[in-house]
């Protein structure tokens, strides 16, 4: 039973000393900073999809989807 309290005590201590703030130099937090997703640019429209903006065919679309006859599961 000892070794188990003692056991349980030093995870608890490590996982207690590992929870500290991280340190990242600059060039790391460049890096991150480079790879958030507002960092992307704008997408291009797609001209292949001439229904894309439709709301008329969103509705449909959604409708589908969600209808229950039309899935098997």
């Known amino acids: 039973?000892?070794?188990?309290?003692?056991f349980l005590t030093l995870m608890v201590a490590v996982v207690l000393v590992g929870c500290?703030?991280?340190d990242f130099s600059d060039a790391e937090k460049k890096t991150i900073?480079?790879?958030a997703?507002?960092?992307?640019p704008a997408l291009k429209a797609d001209?292949?999809?001439r229904f894309a903006?439709?709301?008329a065919a969103?509705?449909?679309?959604s409708?589908?989807?969600?209808?229950?006859?039309?899935?098997?599961?």
Do not use: E, I
């Open 1 to 6: 039973m000892k070794r188990l309290f003692r």
């Open 20 to 22: 500290g703030k991280p």
């Open 37 to 40: 997703l507002s960092s992307l």
């Open 47 to 49: 001209t292949t999809n």
């Open 53 to 55: 903006d439709v709301p």
């Open 33 to 35: 900073a480079s790879l």
């Open 58 to 61: 969103a509705a449909l679309g």
């Open 63 to 73: 409708t589908l989807f969600f209808d229950q006859g039309m899935s098997g599961d």
